[in-house]
């Protein structure tokens, strides 16, 4: 996934629906990357996780959130993100980003 989001044919049709978001584990303090599929509102990015109970990468976000940085038109913009699960146990994580 990573080298189609980074090819220069493939990349404008990857890059609107799909994310490189770059964040730091709670726990470890490791650096991890993963690519995510998200809709952008301004400055704000939805992310839907899909399949929640099977990847843990958005538990780092639950609570008061915490920094995440997504790769948009090649470069990176922090931001916030904040996860919830709501009563269906569907998981959105959201993103504020931060003004260039």
Known sequence: MAALIGSPRWSRLVDRHIVMVAYAGRRSGRTFVTPVAYRRDGDQITIDVMLADTKTW???????????????????????????????????????????
Not at 66 to 94: F, K, Q
């Open 58 to 100: 958005w538990r780092n976000f639950l609570g008061t959130g915490g920094p995440i940085s997504p790769r948009l038109n090649g470069s990176d913009r922090p931001g916030h993100a904040v996860a919830r699960r709501d009563d269906r146990g569907r998981v959105s994580v959201t993103v504020r980003l931060d003004q260039p």
